[in-house]
């Protein structure tokens, strides 16, 4: 199960306001990861990151529409290539790849939610496209269906400079219901002036209700189950959920949960003393219908700050409680206790953190995930140690014995199943687009390149030299908001220079990617 946009504000990580009882409960149950971090913090890079077991480059996985298909070294099997090869029946529900027609080979079937972009517009080829509770879901193909190639023209390579701009389409969903607007972003129609936030009546309906397609692909997922319970063969079902990600479109009952006066603010709303302005982006939540535009020092308003904060939390719990439904059929096929389980998400949220929304930062809010792997024959745990989305892939099949490709660059968790105490990592690390990041134990350090850039032919030749003066260092023992960047005080020069190195040789590590 991976989420879309869930930082770690779950009761399992201390969240004292969040109502999130299921996650929690398989939490109980789970291997907690304390310290995950994502790879790239905006969806398509980080999914492909992911799912491929490669580190991100400038020259690939830098964008939210990323593909690995595109991107990828050539003939590297992702995750569900590797498990579909080992006999698994792999299905792809919601959004796993943020393009659903990317990598479809390796799927024995993708669904998507009507009406939202990608591989689901094969609703229009006759033939191509067969609809379950509201979902477009293709089969067993072995290239991108008929629209794909136009798709793929306009990948971010050609598009032009800014992330969101793209190509103009407007197509109206079967049943009537307006398209996702995140989805939609996918044909160049980001946010689409439309609400960032709503309170959707239900009527008692979690999984019909016209706004809420995560409730369509959760009885989806609940018929896989049964399938899978009834054929007894191997399967590899993914469960994508759009929520929390913008727009917050969440049930009445869950706004009702909370009161907005009394949810927490950001602990710091200003840009750091001593970083650069570049580390912050502000681009995403004004594309978004009634939200003004924002920067460095002026921030939204107050109320719609807390309304704001209040729709992410209500978007959490209403995925929570999918979670549940999800968990409670595992339980009563008499699945749970032989089943591998796992609930991550592709990168954490920024809300109003430093002054800034959403993610596209080297920030601790915006890379930090929640992780939980529940697996047969190993008690639950908390793991302190640094680990990374990137080895989930190894993982995955460490727990199935099966043997890795040699391009993985992610290393398994297994050890720390057995052992929370196991050494696993001196340091992780991630980047997004201008910038590099490694962080270890205590502190957390970031460059930029040469000059801004948001596109792969820029920052290709940005990055081949790194900003002078563009850095930050922060303290996460006596600093976990990163409130100040040690980098520029000349009192923490040996960190910093050790860290340098060590980021330094990843970037020569990460291009090196093994012969399959």
């Not at 019909?208 to 009885?219: E, F, N, S």
């Not at 896989?224 to 479109?249: E, M, S």
Request: charged share 25%; hydrophobic share 35%; glycine share 8%.
């Amino acid at each position: 199960m991976i989420a879309d946009d869930l930082r770690p504000t779950l009761g399992t990580y201390g969240s004292t306001e969040i109502h999130s009882p299921h996650i929690d409960a398989l939490a109980a149950d789970s291997v907690v990861f304390e310290r995950a971090y994502c790879q790239v913090p905006t969806c398509g890079a980080s999914r492909a990151s992911m799912l491929t077991g490669l580190y991100p480059t400038p020259e690939r996985f830098l964008q939210y529409d990323s593909f690995a298909s595109l991107e990828g070294p050539p003939g590297i099997p992702d995750l569900p290539a590797t498990l579909q090869a080992a006999g698994y029946t792999t299905i792809s529900n919601g959004k796993i790849y943020h393009n659903r027609d990317d990598n479809v080979a390796s799927f024995n079937q993708i669904c998507g939610h009507g009406g939202t972009g990608g591989i689901t517009e094969s609703e229009h080829f006759p033939g191509v496209c067969r609809w379950q509770d509201g979902m477009c879901c293709l089969e067993s193909l072995t290239e991108p269906p008929p629209q794909a190639p136009a798709v793929l023209r306009s990948h971010n390579s050609g598009r032009p400079d800014h992330p969101y701009d793209g190509l103009p389409a407007e197509v109206e969903e079967e049943d009537g219901e307006d398209w996702d607007d995140y989805t939609r972003s996918r044909w160049g129609c980001f946010g689409c002036n439309k609400p960032a936030f709503r309170i959707i009546e239900t009527n008692g309906d979690d999984f019909r209700t016209a706004g809420l397609p995560d409730g369509k692909m959760t009885l989806k997922v609940i018929k896989d189950l049964r399938l899978a319970h009834a054929t007894k063969t191997p399967f590899f079902i993914t469960v994508g959920f759009f929520r929390p990600h913008l727009p917050f479109d969440a049930p009445r009952r869950d706004w009702d949960l909370y009161n907005r006066s009394q949810l927490p603010l950001a602990e710091f709303d200003q840009l750091p003393d001593g970083a650069p302005p570049r580390s912050l982006n502000f681009y995403e939540l004004p594309v978004y219908k009634d939200i003004p535009p924002y920067s460095i020092g002026n921030h939204l308003p107050e109320d719609l700050t807390r309304t704001l904060i209040h729709g992410y939390y209500a978007s959490i719990t209403y995925v929570d409680r999918l979670v549940g439904y999800i968990m409670d059929e595992v339980k009563s096929l008499g699945m749970y206790d032989d089943t591998i389980i796992m609930l991550a998400s592709d990168h954490g949220y920024q809300l109003n953190d430093h002054g800034t929304w959403c993610k596209h930062s080297l920030y601790e809010k915006a890379l930090r995930v929640p992780l939980m792997i529940k697996a047969p024959g190993f008690r639950p745990s908390r793991v302190q140690a640094m680990v990374e989305n990137l080895d989930i892939y190894p993982t995955l099949l460490d727990l199935i014995e099966v043997q890795p490709p040699a391009h993985l660059q992610g290393e398994s968790l297994v050890p720390l199943l057995r052992d929370a105490r196991a050494q696993h990592k001196d340091a992780v690390f991630a980047r997004y687009l201008d910038g590099d990041t490694v962080r270890f134990p205590e502190y957390a350090y970031s460059e930029y390149c040469s000059r801004t850039c948001t596109q792969i032919p820029a920052c290709r030749a940005s990055c081949a030299t790194i900003h002078p003066t563009d850095r930050m260092l922060y303290n996460h023992t006596l600093d976990p908001f990163e409130t100040a960047s040690l980098h520029a005080d000349g009192k923490h020069g040996a960190v910093a220079n050790v860290m340098g190195r060590v980021l330094q040789q990843h970037r020569r590590d990460r291009e090196r990617v093994a012969e399959v």
